[in-house]
């Protein structure tokens, strides 16, 4: 019997062992949405906003290292898709988007929600191409898919709603042989990388998610050269936990003691990293990389030798060639500065920080009305979180708290905007999470700007009953603006929300909500947030002048502060 265009599309999903699919039906869908009602082993997952449903298959894709899958109807559905594509895409993680187009003899005319897709998706896509007769399936599907998988990116294939249902002339299955070539630098290049390695004195290792896998090998590297560790945010998932070499992360929401570990070292080693921010790298230095892909080499800082390769594989190959280092001078001084660093860390995190004298002191003038600090709300979800939970964060100051407050320990997982830097991922990205693992823990920290902006999808959330726990940092702020503006030494602006109770919106949405307003309601909000069986929103009035010190704060940001302080307190008083 020959097959339709949806049903062969749907098949070759469950043979790629996707199981949920992530969108919102419309016309051009309904054979799609229609054949997956019809298989087994793939679930439709109805969404409220198509750009929710995009972060949500980016979510599962990244967490799971397969492919990711969302659909979008003609027009604005296609283009609601394109923020959690571009988040998918600067993510590196395989995503196939199904985007629907008018019918077929209507392309081109301008019709009603005509979207040009091919041209749409042409910047986020490694891959994109528009179905225009049955045939070309499943040889368009396996280009497409092959394209995501690979390349590790977004691939879009658009179908014109009249041909879903058509069935193929040629009704063969969609193949899609796998496999993964381990390559490693050549044995010239890591001769070299050995030999500038060997010369350095003090070496620092900056890691970053590319290499987690190659866990043991980077900590042997560490041990065998007494390398003090600089993580980047996403290596801390995989490198925080049980780790003697390791020190925290550094740029903007980092600390002293990485920052330092980079300043001071005349060898710097990158592993697995396409750290972004330029002037958090040390100067003067000699550099070696590896990279999976060789066009991250050299790309943010200037190196000596550049290895393009599997990290695990080249340091396989690097860790004979390179002499063990007996003085830990360098790592000892690391490890000291981060340990110091983290003690105040504790004592900022410290639910009776505000009790104290300091504490008092530093609350009459930036904490007056006594709202939580949110250092204390970050580091109770961290005691309270399963070793095993998933976590996500919204871009912002949610993602600083949690990068100094949770530790990625046991078999903890971390997902956010790291890259892309949109707002309002932490809940959507919750919600592919716990539907890819029904049995664990998946906490979003999210600010209330993010949460805001796709509060719909608490619906969705409901509908099908995830048992996710959303905290939000509601400081009525978009809290990382306002920092901004203040090291620049601008008033705060247009940054204050007028946020509803976000606790009795959940409690009218189905979910259970949660309100603290003080910190002494803040451990037993917490508690009942994990206890409470279900989806919880747990909605915490948190300080909005709290500031997060850079970890290499500067006189500049200094005054820019004072100057931005004395324009809001002018502005307070009519000034």
Not at 369 to 387: F, Q, Y
């Amino acid at each position: 019997m020959a097959r339709t265009v949806a049903r062969v599309i749907v098949d070759a999903l469950r043979e790629l062992e996707v199981r949920h699919v992530f969108g919102v039906v419309g016309d051009a869908l309904n054979p799609l949405t229609d054949a997956i009602r019809t298989t087994e082993g793939v679930e439709w997952v109805g969404c409220r906003h198509e750009e929710a449903a995009a972060f949500a298959a980016g979510a599962q894709s990244q967490l799971s290292g397969n492919l990711g899958v969302c659909m979008g109807t003609v027009g604005p559905g296609s283009v609601h898709l394109l923020n959690g594509l571009y988040d998918a895409a600067k993510s590196r993680t395989p995503v196939l988007a199904i985007a629907g187009q008018v019918p077929s003899a209507e392309i081109g005319g301008d019709y009603f929600q005509e979207v040009d897709n091919d041209l749409l998706f042409r910047d986020v896509a490694v891959f994109r191409a528009t179905v225009s007769s049955p045939d070309q399936l499943p040889r368009l599907l396996e280009a497409a898919v092959r394209a995501a998988l690979a390349e590790r990116g977004v691939a879009v294939l658009t179908v014109p709603g009249d041909l879903g249902e058509r069935e193929l002339a040629d009704d063969r299955a969609a193949r899609f042989p796998r496999t993964r070539p381990v390559t490693r630098a050549d044995d010239e290049g890591v001769r070299r990388a050995a030999e500038l390695i060997n010369a350095g004195e003090r070496v620092t290792l900056l890691v970053g998610r590319g290499a987690r896998g190659a866990g043991p090998e980077v900590r042997e590297l560490a041990g065998r050269l007494a390398a003090p560790m600089v993580l980047t945010l996403k290596a801390k998932e995989g490198f925080e936990d049980d780790n003697p070499y390791q020190v925290g992360q550094t740029g903007l929401i980092g600390n002293p003691a990485a920052a330092h570990a980079l300043d001071s070292c005349d060898t710097l080693v990158m592993l697995g990293t396409d750290f972004p921010y330029r002037d958090w790298y040390p100067e003067g230095c000699k550099a070696v990389q590896i990279d999976l892909d060789e066009r991250h080499l050299g790309r943010r800082t200037p190196v000596d030798v550049g290895l393009a390769g599997d990290t695990a594989a080249t340091l396989r190959a690097l860790l004979p060639l390179l002499d063990a280092v007996e003085d830990r001078s360098h790592l000892d001084g690391a490890l000291g500065r981060f340990a110091d660093w983290q003690e105040g860390q504790r004592e900022l995190a410290d639910a009776r920080h505000d009790h104290r004298l300091l504490g008092r002191l530093r609350s009459a003038f930036d904490n007056r009305d006594g709202d939580v600090r949110p250092e204390a709300l970050a580091a109770a979800v961290d005691a309270a979180a399963a070793d095993d939970a998933v976590f996500t964060s919204d871009t912002g100051m949610a993602t600083v708290w949690l990068s100094r407050f949770v530790t990625m320990r046991g078999g903890r997982r971390l997902l956010g905007s790291y890259n892309l830097g949109s707002m309002a991922n932490a809940m959507p990205q919750a919600l592919g999470a716990q539907l890819l693992f029904p049995e664990r823990q998946v906490v979003a920290f999210c600010g209330d700007g993010g949460l805001s902006m796709l509060l719909g999808d608490l619906m969705t959330i409901r509908t099908y009953r995830l048992p996710v726990k959303l905290v939000v940092f509601d400081n009525r702020r978009l809290g990382m603006v306002k920092l901004e503006q203040e090291q620049s030494g601008l008033p705060e602006f247009g940054t204050e929300l007028d946020n509803p109770d976000f606790a009795a919106v959940a409690n009218a949405l189905g979910l259970t909500g949660i309100r603290v307003t003080g910190p002494d309601q803040l451990a037993d909000g917490v508690r009942r947030a994990f206890d409470t069986p279900g989806p919880v929103l747990l909605d915490v009035l948190t300080n909005p002048q709290e500031i997060a010190v850079p970890a290499k704060p500067t006189v500049e940001q200094g005054w820019g502060f004072a100057i931005a302080k004395v324009k809001e307190t002018l502005r307070s008083h009519g000034g």
